[in-house]
Structure formats: structure tokens, C-alpha cells
């Protein structure tokens, strides 16, 4: 079907679920490998259906990614056949790892930064884990790899975002994007360390007070913001874009709209059982996104006046939350209106 209207443009992939931390908001409730795994050929075998259908970039991620034998030779494979391909590495083992990022050609790099010191080795339960990050982002700065931070803003950390801004810019990173941390996987058994709706208009000024300053520079990851006031996006918010121009692949083969989804609630099938494009193509797949209608909206954002373009927000976010895709809690045009900033009070208003 070359002329379907939805296409894998952005994908991540989840190479392995084991991991070297055990995150106290990673939503997939990292540590242990999936039982079945895809085998080195099964892995390049995704890759070329990926190319075949035109995805442009693939993010390689996990789990930690670089503790899959195989993520450079992936890399490689994306890389030769003209795909950008980054990667987020919870930058435990990436000072020995230089060599192989550049041999797969790799330049581009997000590295988990969740607080100060003391604060994101209590996030990321390692003692050690905020000092080799940074060691091995010099490195990778050394080597030519352009180094970014991405981090999830909780409870545990809302209140140290100058300092991190401070760090990470006198340590050369370039980019550092700011997501929320969403209400599942560990992040429910630590619910004392979860955002409160009414916070979140504090990191939207942070964030656009950052983009105002020269040098690091500050994004807004998809599940924060939303017609805020003042904007912090370089574009206008056009809905969730998982399952429509975003796909994610778990490491057993698992297809879903986007790889923080749950995989209980959005799995679409499996490369293992049926080709990708097969899975992708079929209009009965993917509908909780793709089919959308002002009336599946519920809660406060039924009445709001950017219904049609927001969609909602970020999928994750929301069902997170409520337990419901179409009901948003989160969203900073809702919680700046409620409070009579934007001058929108709906039926549903916050109080």
C-alpha cells in the first residue's frame, strides 16, 4: 500500500529490557531480559523491514542498549542505509565504548541525567552511576560524539533544575531534553516522588526561561506542555503522534505506537508472526490513535478549545494518569487555565 496516509518516520527500538540500573521511574520496570529476545538475525532482519518502510530515525534504547552484543553492528546496518540513528544510554558502561560508537558511526548521543550527584545515584540506585555518566560523556565529547542529557522531572528532582542546567552546561553538553516522569512501571511502587498537576507550570517557565539563554540547548520531550503559555516548542502541537508517525519495537518483536505504551494495553502484533509492513498497514491497528474524534474526549478536556489539534497530549501521559487516552491531567494549557491565566474555564475547569 504505497499510498497509506501513516508512516514509521520515528521508532524506537528496544534492543534489550536488561539493565544495570533499577530506576525508580523507569516505566518498564527494567532489569531482567524478556524471555525471548530477538536473535542477532532477527534483529537485522527488523532493520531492513524498517528501511523498507521508510523510517527515517531510530533511537536504540532499552533497557541499557549497549549491553546487547549486538547494538554496533545494528547501528552499522541503520547507519550504511542513510536512517539517523541515535541512542540513550544510562551511560554506565560508555567510557569503554568510545571505539565501537565511532566504528558504527554513531555521533549523536542522549545520556540519562536525572539530578545532581547525590540525587540522580538515588534515582538510578547506583552509587556510582552519576560520576561514570560523566566521565563517559567527556570521553565521548573527546571523541567527536555530540553529547545530550535527557532527563525525567519528578518529585524527586523538580526542585534542582537550575543546578542541572548549570552542570550540564559547563560539562559541554549540547542538548538536554525535559520529560515528565509518567505514572508507570516503578514509578507507581514510588508514587511519593510523583508530580503533582499543579507543578507542572513551574517547569514550563524553567524550560522557557532556559530557551531564552545562550548555549546548552533546552527541548521539551512530547509529554510536557501542550498550548502552554508562553510556547516551548518550536512547533505547534499537532497530537500524539505514536501509531501514526511513531512506532515502538520491544525487544521480543512486540509492536506497539510508541515504546513507553504498555505493552498489556497497545501490543499490534508481532514481527515473529507476521511481517512488519503487515502489522503497520492494517487499518484495524493502531486505532486508539489513528481514528480520532473530538467526542472520545473525557474529563477536562471534552470542552477545551484545542480539542482537535491536542488530541489529549502524550498517550502514555494520559493513560498513565487516568487509565484513559483521551483524559489528560498533565497538560499545561488545562492547569494555567484553571487558574485564569489563559482565560479558558470550560465545564471541566480545574479548581
Known amino acids: 500500500m504505497t499510498d497509506f496516509p501513516f508512516k514509521p518516520r520515528v521508532v524506537g527500538w528496544e534492543l534489550t529490557l536488561r539493565c544495570n540500573m533499577r530506576c525508580l521511574h523507569c516505566g518498564s520496570i527494567a532489569g531482567e531480559p524478556r524471555p525471548d529476545e530477538l536473535s542477532v538475525e532477527e534483529g537485522f532482519a527488523l532493520i531492513d523491514q524498517l528501511v523498507e518502510l521508510g523510517t527515517e530515525v531510530v533511537t536504540l534504547s532499552g533497557g541499557e542498549p549497549m549491553i546487547h552484543p549486538a547494538w554496533d553492528q545494528y547501528a552499522r546496518r541503520l547507519v550504511d542505509a542513510g536512517v539517523r540513528t541515535y541512542m540513550i544510554t544510562n551511560g554506565l558502561l560508555l567510557e569503554q565504548n568510545i571505539d565501537r560508537l565511532l566504528a558504527c558511526g554513531l555521533r549523536r548521543l542522549g545520556i540519562s541525567i536525572d539530578g545532581t550527584e547525590k540525587t540522580h545515584n538515588m534515582i538510578r540506585n547506583h552509587p556510582d552511576s552519576f ?73 514550563v517557565d524553567f524550560v522557557h526561561a532556559c530557551q531564552q539563554r545562550d548555549g546548552l540547548k533546552v527541548v521539551a520531550g512530547d509529554n510536557l506542555g501542550y498550548f502552554e503559555v508562553p510556547s516551548i516548542r518550536d512547533k505547534p502541537w499537532k497530537g500524539c503522534f505514536a501509531g501514526r508517525h511513531v512506532m515502538g519495537i520491544d525487544a521480543d518483536g512486540t509492536v506497539k505506537g510508541c515504546l513507553s505504551l504498555r505493552r498489556e494495553a497497545f501490543s499490534e502484533g508481532n514481527i515473529r508472526d507476521e511481517p512488519l509492513r503487515q502489522i503497520w498497514e492494517d487499518p484495524q491497528r493502531f486505532r486508539f490513535n489513528r481514528y480520532f474524534s473530538p467526542d472520545m474526549l473525557t474529563g477536562h478536556c471534552t ?41 479558558w474555564a470550560g465545564d471541566h475547569a480545574a479548581s
Not at 560523556?137 to 524527586?156: D, L, M
Not at 528532582?157 to 559541554?172: D, S
Not at 478549545?305 to 483521551?326: K, L, M, Y
Open 131 to 203: 560520576r561514570r555518566a560523566m566521565a563517559g560523556a567527556r570521553k565521548a565529547q573527546e571523541a567527536g560524539i555530540q553529547v545530550g542529557a535527557v532527563t525525567h522531572i519528578s518529585g524527586a528532582n523538580i526542585g534542582e533544575m537550575e543546578p542541572m542546567y548549570r552542570l550540564l552546561e559547563e560539562a559541554g553538553f549540547k542538548f538536554w531534553q525535559i520529560q515528565l516522569a509518567f505514572a508507570e512501571g516503578r514509578m507507581k511502587e514510588h508514587d511519593q516522588y510523583a508530580l503533582r498537576p499543579e507543578q507542572i507550570p513551574e517547569i
Open 303 to 343: 470542552n477545551c478549545p484545542h480539542a482537535i489539534p491536542c488530541r489529549a497530549g502524550c498517550v502514555v501521559t494520559a493513560h498513565g494518569a487516568t487509565g484513559n487516552r483521551f483524559d489528560n491531567p498533565y497538560c499545561a494549557f488545562r492547569i494555567q487555565s484553571g487558574k485564569g491565566s489563559c482565560g
